[in-house]
């Protein structure tokens, strides 16, 4: 994986899930701002997404879960915005700060399986 970019996805989506509880503490709606972070954000992994499928072939074992969380990222981004325009209460930053937290504990793992299974 290319090591900045994974950086830079972690960074987004921890500062993602602090706006999004500060949202709900303050029981503010997701608006323009958050949607484009959540943009950004989905730009990104789509770029991960490319570069790891690309280079598949470097890893020796733990391709399918490598895989599998390649091609999940980039659904949770889109996935809770949704939720969270539907919703109208606190629990829409709610789903916002649990997808953005799950987007950075994913790509932290991709990280850990490429650095132990990439050649």
């Known amino acids: 994986m290319l090591a900045p970019l994974s950086t830079a996805i972690v960074a987004l989506s921890v500062g993602t899930l602090f706006l999004a509880v500060y949202y709900a503490i303050r029981e503010r709606l997701i608006n323009d701002g958050v949607l484009a972070i959540l943009g950004i954000l989905e730009v990104a ?9 690309t280079h598949l072939g470097r890893l020796a074992e733990e391709k399918a879960t490598f895989t599998a969380y390649l091609l999940t990222l980039p659904f949770l981004p889109p996935f809770t915005a949704l939720l969270a325009i539907k919703e109208k209460s606190r629990w829409a930053m709610v789903t916002i700060a649990v997808g953005a937290g799950a987007v950075a504990v994913m790509t932290v793992r991709l990280g850990q399986i490429w650095t132990e299974h990439g050649h």
């Open 45 to 53: 992994l789509l770029v991960q997404v490319v570069y790891g499928m």
